[in-house]
């Protein structure tokens, strides 16, 4: 039986992006191809805070204890290995249990399942399946995956997630949503790593896909629109959304509307973050 080491598994609202306030089951696995160490740092300046933490590690047993962080990325414990001991490795059933248990009718009905990260598609494509097969995840309809944007499909889970979509009888592009959250220059990431237009167009060959870039300043927003032309170039045909950054209240409040602005100005979509005025952005919501 497969297993997936789990990061977090909770039941929430899902803030952001095509399924904003839809009732989630949030599926948070470990491990990240990044670290976004840059989020609201000036630019060249590298975040510390989730580095400070990990040196302290040994003061948390769970991660609700954990301190949130203003700058960097929001879910640094998904993916810095110092924090791997809070996540266990879990199998298909036991996922499947501890869903059933979190769901408030017990099985799914209306509820939209999110795998998240870390980097949900990063060594987890070949466990999934097992999971989605199980028979108390058979009355599941909708999924969102949110990447990063870098991490191709593979052939084999390609088929499947088709498949899947069928056989709970709806077409593909209606159950399976890729919510894609490229990484700019501000995230401290390398553009040619972040920026992959031929795996996200190839996402759009599975299932609805929109492109979601957090932003602070008008150069993000350049940024934006830079990267927005080579994904067209490439051809997505896919939605653009804006997302203010700010994992903690007093960022977030500074510039969500002047991002909602900028996106009005461009014809784009803008997604709030409704975890963060509804439940401060702590851990398992
Ligand atoms: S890609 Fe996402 S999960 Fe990974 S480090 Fe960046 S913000 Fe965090």
């Known amino acids: 039986m497969s297993k997936i ?24 696995t470990f491990g990240c191809n990044f670290s976004c160490r840059g989020f609201g740092m000036p630019r060249g300046e590298l975040s510390a805070e989730a580095e400070d933490i990990a040196t302290v590690v040994h003061l948390y047993n769970k991660y609700e204890e954990l301190p949130l962080v203003s700058t960097g990325c929001d879910s640094y414990a998904s993916w810095h290995p110092s924090f791997k001991e809070l996540s266990p490795m879990l199998t298909s059933d ?11 009718f017990g099985e799914w009905r209306e509820e939209h399942l999110v795998i998240t990260g870390g980097e949900p598609l990063l060594g987890w494509q070949r466990a999934y399946p097992d999971l989605l097969n199980h028979p108390k995840m058979q009355n599941l309809k909708e999924i969102t995956f949110e990447t990063n944007g870098t991490q191709p499909l593979t052939q084999e889970f390609k088929d499947y997630l088709k498949d899947w979509g069928y056989k ?20 401290g990431e390398a553009w040619e790593e972040a920026i992959r237009p031929e795996v996200v167009c190839d996402y759009e060959q599975v299932g609805y896909t929109y492109l979601k870039f957090v932003v602070a300043t008008e150069e993000d927003i350049k940024d934006a629109k830079r990267a927005v032309e080579q ?10 959304y804006l997302m203010p950054v700010g994992g903690v209240e007093s960022v977030y409040s500074l510039n969500a509307k002047s991002v909602a602005i900028a996106a009005m100005k461009r014809g784009w979509r803008y997604s709030d973050r409704l975890q963060v005025p509804l439940f401060k952005n702590e851990w398992g919501t």
């Open 94 to 104: 036991a996922i499947a249990e501890r869903i059933g248990e979190i769901l408030p």
């Open 231 to 240: 994904y067209r170039a490439a051809g997505f045909e896919g939605h653009v």
């Open 5 to 28: 080491k789990i990061a977090e598994l909770f039941y929430s609202i899902q803030g952001e992006g095509r399924y904003m306030g839809v009732p989630s089951v949030f599926l948070r």
């Open 168 to 187: 709970n009888g709806r077409t593909w592009c209606q159950g399976l949503t890729f919510s894609v959250s490229a990484k700019l220059p501000g995230s």
